[in-house]
T-cell receptor, first 113, second 115 residues
């Protein structure tokens, strides 16, 4: 049962353009979501989060949008930089649960100079 | 402020041996989570511990796997009688408290290879 899905395994964008990474979920109990970035041979690095009471959260070049009715969230990176090339994971969590996160499969972003 | 520490970073074991993975949470963090990432997959939750307590082990395989977080020292994930299918990256994450929507911070991982 894949509760969090990232249907695009990879994405390639040009430097300076917008990167949009998508994530769908099925578990209605999720009330917060996080995005992590991961480089090879390193651990995931926290990027940005959003609570289900919001539909948007912004931090610098990163913005996360949440559409609860569609059970869909997206991460926008503007402008994209070559250093953003990494694997991006979205994860859902439930405050009524023990805090464990359910991760998607990840999307590999390549930003071309 | 040191981040989450994990050691060893790489571990090679032969089938049937034991693997011990260690995790020291960030300073001030008392909650530890273990996740496993198989090749080409996302991270899968294994276990959540507080000091001296296992809070949620719903993601742990029923046999051969155990975890502890003693009062003193790091959290340990132990895999007995390893098999090739245990080869994966094991990540530890920590958070300061069990508050709603608390961010988890990850360590660099231990890459286990079973020959």
């Amino acid at each position: 049962d894949q509760q969090v899905k990232q249907n695009s395994p990879s994405l390639s964008v040009q430097e300076g353009r917008i990167s949009i990474l998508n994530c769908d979920y099925t578990n209605s109990m999720f009330d917060y979501f996080l995005w992590y970035k991961k480089y090879p041979a390193e651990g995931p690095t926290f990027l940005i989060s959003i609570s289900s009471i919001k539909d948007k959260n912004e931090d610098g070049r990163f913005t996360v949008f949440l559409n609860k009715s569609a059970k869909h969230l997206s991460l926008h990176i503007v402008p994209s930089q070559p250093g953003d090339s990494a694997v991006y994971f979205c994860a859902g969590g439930s405050s009524s649960n023990t805090g464990k996160l359910i991760f998607g499969q990840g999307t590999t972003l390549q930003v071309k100079p | 402020n040191a981040g989450v520490m994990q050691n060893p970073r790489h571990l090679v074991r032969r089938r049937g041996q034991e693997a011990r993975l260690r995790c020291s949470p960030m300073k001030g963090h008392s909650h530890v989570y273990w996740y496993r990432q198989l090749p080409e997959e996302g991270l899968k939750f294994m276990v959540y511990l507080q000091k001296e307590n296992i809070i949620d082990e719903s993601g742990m395989p029923k046999e051969r796997f155990s975890a502890e977080f003693p009062k003193e020292g790091p959290s340990i994930l132990r895999i007995q009688q390893v098999v090739r299918g245990d080869s994966a990256a094991y990540f530890c994450a920590s958070s300061p408290a069990m508050r709603a929507q608390e961010t988890q911070y990850f360590g660099p991982g231990t890459r286990l290879l079973v020959l």
